[in-house]
């Protein structure tokens, strides 16, 4: 690790698909134990900045750096120890629907880290009880839960290795605004708890201000506006502004 | 006009393109395989548990193909052979079709299509939800919890469906003989056993393992390569069973002219 490295940072991130650049020279950085919001509006490359930051995609340019060092493209060791201290939430949950929902959860002791299914079984257990559910749910499969629980299940996959560093992509997307606020207080929650570096993308205002430290809006492939969570309101930013007055209720 | 004039070589071009982009892709799909099959770590679960899926839960399909075609064969056979008084080598050329030929690429067939299909509509659907990449972010690779198992788990059980698939095929043919072409049970057994060299069945085997790569491996590269949701799925589906039907085929003629040859 470099020394005073930030703890994730995309320096001049270039990425086309479908022959259109999606991210054109992002810049953005990152310290330890801040928690990170992404906004922006749909399409403006807010889930590609999160693949190329996990080495789930590559860069054409540019490069994605964690804790100072550059994260290599294919999955071998090097990475293998870096998705060791992260845990990501997916936007659809990404549970593995022929697992029960323990083994779901505890997946990366069972097969990455080799732990006797019987304490993976506790670990997975007391990950739920972190986001509020019950043992109950361990031997249920994904298929048998809300869209809620399905999430509340997600997150506890994350954390049960307690990770240095934790992504949520779109974490309230297709949840009621109730179930929504849920998720977001059990993310900010559990962000305090493990001390982790959090980055978590969405267009969702009212997350945003639950879990923000910093916010950063994505807009035309590059950062737009950068600032702390309170600055959200006070900002004459015109694409911010619009952003949140969108997210005002109407009559 | 001059669009017209280049109109050929730029399709000839984006087929060239697009050939060497597939073959690339398939090579070092199948580079990945392999090498995930042959070196640790093996998850013995994910193993144990496609053998049950590939194989045990293949046996009704596999078994009534092979008596009715087993079945089927006899009687024409027996039709062909007495157009030159030659009914009676009926349970040679059963043992010989059913071993060498027609059980290892029956079975084969059946599985590209009960098989082939499931894995790339599986492993396609998981694509589709983003838990392929949610494994590599749990320091899995996929290719060694997903497509790993299931191309072993092929390659042994294929030789042992293919077994059972003998031995039905030939009971069928058997059965149809006995029943209603006048053969005496006892003596066709006799021919039978007496006529087939280990190689027949052997050849058959070997085969059998080479179409298990094929068929397992070909829904796992479709079902990996899956784009565009529910659609996206489904032709991945079709496509594994297309190319690991034409691709069996092929490989049977090779490996048959191979055979022949030594």
Partial sequence: MSAGAPELEWRGVRKILGGRPVLDGLDLSLDAGRSLVIIGGSGQGKSVALKLALGLMRPDAGTVLFKGQSLPGLFNRRQSDLYRQSGVLFQGAALFDSLRVWEVVSFRLLYADNRPPALARDAAIEALAQVQLGPEVADLFPSELSGGMQKRVGLARAIVGAPRILFFDEPTTGLDPVTAASISRLIADQVMRLGCTAVTITHDLVSARTIADDIALLDGGRIAWQGGRADLDMTKDPRVRSMVEASMPTR | ?262
């Fill in chain 2, 1 to 262: 006009m001059q669009q017209l004039v280049l109109a050929p070589f730029t399709i000839i071009g984006r087929l060239v393109i697009g050939v060497c982009a597939i073959v690339g892709a398939l090579s070092l799909f199948v580079g990945r395989t392999l090498f995930a099959c042959l070196t640790p770590r093996w998850h013995g679960g994910q193993i144990a548990r496609q053998v049950v899926s590939i194989g045990f839960l293949s046996l009704p399909v596999v078994g009534l193909t092979a008596v009715f075609t087993g079945a089927a064969l006899a009687l024409n056979i027996y039709t062909g052979g007495g157009r030159f008084n030659a009914e009676q080598i009926v349970p040679q050329i059963v043992a010989l079709g059913i071993t060498r030929e027609l059980a290892p690429v029956l079975v084969a067939l059946m599985l590209s299509g009960r098989v082939a299909t499931t894995i790339a509509a599986e492993i396609g659907a998981m694509r589709a939800t983003e838990q392929i990449d949610a494994m590599r972010t749990l320091s899995t690779d996929p290719f060694r919890f997903l497509v790993a198992p299931r191309v072993l788990a092929g390659v042994a059980t294929l030789p042992l469906l293919t077994g059972v698939a003998d031995i039905l095929g030939i009971g069928g043919g058997w059965l149809v003989s006995t029943l209603s072409l006048g053969f005496n049970p006892e003596a066709y057994a006799r021919s039978t056993v007496a006529f087939l060299e280990a190689w027949d069945i052997q050849s058959g085997l070997i085969k059998a393992a080479a179409f298990g790569f094929i068929v397992t491996a070909m829904g796992a590269f479709h079902g990996y390569r899956a784009t565009g949701g529910a659609r996206g799925v489904g032709h991945a589906a079709t496509q594994a069973m297309v190319w690991s039907g034409v691709l069996i085929f092929a490989t049977d003629y090779l490996m048959t002219s191979w055979f022949t040859q030594t």
